[in-house]
């Protein structure tokens, strides 16, 4: 993975083949292909431009169901609890890349976040300081 010192927001961290098991009756395996960026899981099908989006502050992580010979499944769950199957070959290792991506996302949001609370504690802080000696001596 690129370091976040060179990555510009929205780069395309990796590209490939993925399959994504169908919500229908008979729930058939359906190759994608795959565009994982810093924040999201795009998946095109076919020759088609429209993609489908998977943006990682709906995604609460990543499972890994099973391995087989041939294919590694697993599971991306949303924060509403959805669940969304999908495989890839074991080499591919796509389970891994995402996962990856999702921890750097959540931990860039949860600094983002730290700081945010550290500057406002830090602005109220300052608003109630108490005045100094010098500021009560010019104070009517």
Excluded at 58 to 82: A, G, M, N
Excluded at 125 to 139: C, G, I, V, Y
């Amino acid at each position: 993975m690129a370091s976040k010192l060179t990555m510009t927001p929205g780069e395309i961290l990796r590209e490939g083949e993925l399959e994504k098991r169908s919500d229908s009756l008979f729930q058939l395996w359906k190759k994608k292909r795959g565009v994982l960026t810093d924040d999201s899981l795009r998946l095109f099908s076919g020759t088609s431009e429209r993609a489908k989006e998977l943006r990682f502050h709906s995604i609460l992580k990543v499972d890994c169901v099973e391995h087989t010979r041939k294919y590694v499944y697993f599971t991306i769950v949303t924060t509403d609890f959805k669940e969304i199957d999908f495989r890839c070959t074991g080499e591919s290792c796509w389970n891994a890349s995402i996962t990856l991506a999702l921890i750097d996302y959540q931990n860039r949001r949860a600094v983002e976040g730290f700081r945010r609370h550290r500057f406002q504690r830090a602005a109220s802080e300052a608003e109630e300081e108490p005045e100094s000696p010098e500021q009560r001596a010019l104070s009517p």
